[in-house]
């Protein structure tokens, strides 16, 4: 089955405390990138990656960081979260920059208190 | 730079209803225009999309036309159900080049609620 994941789907953690959330596609696509949504904001895209080691920023990529060092994966790492990275992320991928359908992963709840 | 602005939320419908969510977008040269919709719970998925001017895109009984002339891709449908309950995301893809080409951009979402 064609799909994006996402782990963690929920976590909660400290300030300051380093994280990953995974992100992998199964439909050997070169574009993928990272969005967080927020109540009345929308989606807004981190960073964005349209191959392997290549990767760069999107809206709002402040406080973190990403990789691509193989085709169907694409993690989000906080060095360092704060509370205003509370949000909900979602990973998307799609078969190339441009116009194409994106697929989207379910979703990860991040809270930092 | 691109933005996307859809009608003001949440909305609630009775079943059977008639359904219309206004979206109005600024960009430069000749987006790709899309509805994603988000049940509660997971991700976002694609509805429909129209790539240039009078395209109409339709899926599930939605609807929705790209108007060059009045910058808008609102969604439509004609009876709705209690399972089109969601939130819904007008979006633009840049196809202009530069930086934000290929970047969806994306509305503020519409919460859909249909009663039955």
């Known amino acids: 089955e064609a799909q994006v994941t996402q782990n963690p789907r929920y976590l909660i953690t400290v300030t300051g405390k380093k994280l990953t959330v995974t992100c992998s596609q199964n439909?050997?696509?070169?574009?993928m990138s990272w969005y967080r949504q927020d109540p009345g904001l929308g989606l807004r895209q981190i960073y964005y990656s349209m191959n392997v080691e290549v990767t760069d920023k999107g809206d709002v990529p402040e406080g973190y960081k990403v990789s691509r060092k193989e085709k169907r994966n694409f993690p989000l790492i906080l060095e360092s979260p704060s509370p205003n990275q509370t949000s909900l992320y979602f990973c998307?991928?799609?078969?190339?920059?441009?116009?194409?359908?994106?697929?989207f992963g379910p979703g990860t709840r991040l809270t930092v208190t | 730079g691109d933005s996307v602005t859809q009608m003001e939320g949440p909305v609630t419908l009775s079943e059977e209803a008639f359904l219309t969510i206004n979206c109005t977008y600024t960009a430069t040269g000749y987006p790709s225009l899309f509805w994603y919709v988000q049940y509660p719970g997971e991700g976002l998925q694609l509805l429909l999309k129209a790539t240039k001017a009078d395209d109409k895109g339709s899926n599930k009984g939605f609807e929705a036309t790209y108007r060059k002339e009045t910058t808008s891709f609102h969604l439509e449908k004609g009876s709705v159900q209690v399972s089109d309950s969601a939130v819904y995301f007008c979006a633009l893809s840049d196809n202009a080049g530069g930086t934000s080409y290929g970047k969806l951009t994306f509305g503020q979402g519409t919460i859909l609620t249909v009663h039955p």
């Open positions: 998307a991928s799609s078969l190339r920059r441009g116009g194409y359908e994106q697929y």
């Open positions: 439909m050997n696509h070169e574009y």
